[in-house]
Nanobody
Framework: QVQLVESGGGLVQAGGSLRLSCAASGRTFGTYSVGWFRQAPGKEREFVAVTAWSSGATGYADSVKGRFITSRDNAKNTVYLQMNSLKPEDTAVYYC?????????????????WGQGTQVTVSS
């Protein structure tokens, strides 16, 4: 069992940056792929980024490619999402999710564990 807690959300102006953290407890994070998803008001939750467990390979949605970077510190059981050049359309609740021994998984149903989410609001 893995418990995930996101932090780092907040209010930022367009063009600014935020770094989200996803901290895991209960099991070591090293063998889990960790994905980031987001859900804007009135919209379905969508994939944002992922870091695979073994290769460290990453994947990004086209809408964030070149602006967001996901990384992991297995020693701290934490995965990060660095968000740069933020746009108002990035406003959403951001969730991290974990899948044991996963790859570059981009679908919600592929993940077993989810955090509670953190709000990111980008003002224009």
């Amino acid at each position: 069992q893995v418990q995930l807690v996101e932090s780092g959300g907040g209010l930022v102006q367009a063009g600014g940056s935020l770094r989200l953290s996803c901290a895991a407890s209960g099991r070591t994070f090293g063998t889990y792929s960790v994905g980031w998803f987001r859900q804007a008001p009135g919209k379905e939750r969508e994939f944002v980024a992922v870091t695979a467990w073994s290769s460290g390979a990453t994947g990004y949605a086209d809408s964030v490619k070149g602006r967001f970077i996901t990384s992991r510190d297995n020693a701290k059981n934490t995965v990060y999402l660095q968000m740069n050049s933020l746009k108002p359309e990035d406003t959403a609740v951001y969730y991290c999710a974990a899948r044991p021994y996963g790859g570059v998984n981009t679908r919600e149903y592929e993940y077993q564990y989810w955090g509670q989410g953190t709000q990111v609001t980008v003002s224009s």
